[in-house]
């Protein structure tokens, strides 16, 4: 939730960034540029500081992972696109990587920890997507039913596996297990349907070229995460998501 807030931040400052940047020289770039984060885009720099500070002392690897992958590929978006073309952009880029390089270097050190230890979670993980798979392997063409992942899985856990499993900490997973393999490919085909369809709106849209911009850049932040958790089945993160 906080990655996807990171991105709509983001994408703000370059809305405005776009429309208000004065061109004709390199000191008028940068003055423009000055005002524009310190005052158009004064909440938007808040907001992004707020909701990056967020999500590292969340301490969530799988966050970290997700966020950075979709930061990047909203960077190299707006580099791309057509619409957005002009030399503010590598200002914007080169500023955002030294504000993450920044923030993780003040809060980020308990995220890098967890990245560095092996928990217990991280040696459950691969015996549930192991155990996921055989049920998978058994369920494959009508799956179990959607929602029935928790009553299903016991009948797959292995003895090492301790607890109640109620959920796979793995969309992908989880979703071809409940569904079946047909069913899940279509789901998945229908929302790679829309985001290729925002990918062609990046090098075709004329103008508010930042909204397919953010619409890949979230798609990138959630199918990153839906491998490493299961974000998508938390009704705050699916409905801004899908907005």
Not at 44 to 52: Q, R
Request: charged share 15%; hydrophobic share 55%; glycine share 10%.
């Amino acid at each position: 939730f906080a990655g996807l807030s990171v991105i709509a931040n983001l994408v703000l400052i370059a809305g405005v960034l776009i429309r208000n940047t004065d061109l004709r020289s390199r000191k008028s770039i940068f003055l423009s540029m000055a005002d524009n984060f310190f005052g158009r885009a004064r909440w938007f720099v808040f907001g992004l500081i707020a909701t990056s500070g967020s999500l590292l002392m969340s301490h969530s690897r799988g966050g970290l992972i997700s966020a950075l992958a979709a930061v990047f590929a909203l960077l190299v978006l707006i580099l791309v696109a057509p619409a957005a073309r002009g030399p503010w952009r590598k200002w914007f880029a080169g500023l955002v990587a030294v504000g993450g390089l920044a923030i993780v270097l003040l809060a980020g050190a308990a995220t890098f920890d967890r990245l560095d230890a092996l928990s217990n979670d991280s040696e459950m993980r691969p015996k549930i997507d192991a155990a996921v798979l055989r049920a998978i392997g058994d369920n494959y063409l009508t799956g179990t039913g959607l929602g029935s992942f928790a009553e299903i899985f016991p009948l797959y856990q292995p003895l090492t596996v301790v607890g109640y499993v109620d959920l796979a900490h793995d969309d992908y997973l989880e979703n071809a297990l409940e569904l079946g393999i047909p069913a899940a490919c279509l789901l998945f085909g229908t929302v790679l349907y829309l985001a290729g369809r925002c990918m062609t709106g990046v090098f075709r849209r004329r103008r508010d070229v930042i909204y397919p911009c953010a619409a890949v850049a979230a798609t990138v932040m959630t199918g990153v995460h839906s491998a490493l958790d299961f974000s998508m089945q938390i009704p705050a993160v699916a409905v801004t998501y899908a907005v």
